[in-house]
């Protein structure tokens, strides 16, 4: 997902984008253990995803906690 999509987003959609995502990953890892994963790259997509959400979680928190 693009970082301009997610900031769109509400901080309830970030964090149920984020489980969804978290719960990709762990989907591809547990494939690529059993040897059933065809497209590896999706994991490393999968983690730019979870830090991307992470990076505008904390952005946000640092903007409130300024105030």
Do not use: W
């Not at 505008?56 to 903007?63: L, S």
């Amino acid at each position: 997902m693009r970082t301009k999509d997610l900031r769109n987003l509400t901080d309830d959609e970030l964090q149920r984008k984020l489980g969804e995502v978290r719960q990709e990953l762990f989907n591809l890892r547990f494939q690529h253990a059993t040897g059933a994963l065809e497209n590896s790259a999706r994991v490393t997509l999968a983690k730019r995803d979870i830090a991307r959400i992470l990076t505008i979680q904390h952005e946000r928190q640092d903007v409130v906690g300024s105030r």
